[in-house]
């Protein structure tokens, strides 16, 4: 099945990751004291004699901590692994060369991109699935004595509203991950090579955000992000789009690219 194919011409990139993340969790976890140092944590044994009010202060602190490091870290691990995983495919395949015996195969060519594309969405949204939880853990396990600090509940009601901060997490690392992966499949079913759906993909993004930076600060317009975190945070800028409206443009965009991946792939010579 072309679904095994995929994980075994990606299994390596996969492997070396996780080892890599969870390589560097231990590392984290294992200087747990010179970590609370560095935040000027107070002994749990001392945390009874603080005032009153500053249980809640230090708890939200660490809650806002917690989210932080373990959002930025996802979100970096998130793009790199969805320009991997997205430079695989019948596109690199065509690249490679076994493309032309893959297609002449009794299945249409929209099988093969559709099953690429699912087994990368599946094998990547995994991955991510981990590191989230890793990485909270991890923080966890160096943070933990400040959550007894305050009632749990409480933990939900700091950031963004109440049981939204850790959804929107989620909903920003997975819709940003969606986007790169869709664009960078499509490039390379379209270039037919992996590496350089990789590189235009890239440029795309890097281009896309040169724009928006220039125009946000020179012409105050804001264009759609994919932080969905600060969309739901901030005021709306000079934009006519509302913040779930932008989130459903860019699923629409990351659920285009296998169909346009597949319009590409049936018209082309190959």
């Given amino acids: ?32 004291s010179h970590i609370r140092k560095f935040f ?14 500053m249980p809640a202060i230090i708890a939200s602190g660490s809650w806002r901590a917690e989210l932080e490091i373990t959002f930025y870290v996802t979100y970096m691990c998130a793009l790199v692994m969805a320009f991997i995983i997205g430079g695989n495919g019948i596109g690199a395949d065509i690249g490679k060369g076994t493309g032309d015996f893959l297609l002449t195969r009794p299945r249409s060519r929209r099988y093969f991109v559709w099953a690429g594309w699912t087994s990368g969405v599946v094998e990547l949204f995994s991955v991510l699935l981990f590191t989230v939880l890793f990485v909270f853990a ?50 390379s079913v379209v270039l037919r090579n992996g590496p350089r759906g990789i590189v235009w993909s890239l440029a795309i993004v890097l281009g ?31 934009w006519y789009l509302a913040p779930v409206t932008q989130a459903i443009g860019w699923t629409v965009v990351a659920l285009a690219a296998p169909v346009a991946a597949q319009f590409a792939l049936e018209r082309s010579d190959v």
């Fill in 40 to 53: 000027y944590l107070p002994p749990a044994s001392n945390a009874a004699l603080l005032p009153s009010f």
């Fill in 208 to 238: 896309y955000a040169f724009i928006a930076i220039n125009l946000e600060i020179y012409k105050h317009i804001s264009l759609p992000g994919l932080m969905l975190s600060e969309l739901a945070s901030q005021p709306i800028k000079h």
């Fill in 138 to 187: 991890s923080n966890w396990y160096v943070l933990h004595w400040q959550w007894n600090l305050v009632p749990s509940p409480m933990h939900f009601a700091l950031g963004y509203g109440k049981f939204l901060d850790v959804p929107l997490m989620l909903a920003t690392i997975f819709l940003s991950a969606g986007v790169m992966y869709g664009l960078t499949y499509f490039f």
């Fill in 1 to 32: 099945m072309y679904f095994w194919k995929f994980w075994q011409d990606t299994r390596r990139s996969v492997f070396i990751y996780l080892g890599a993340l969870i390589l560097s969790g231990m590392i984290w976890v294992l200087r747990a």
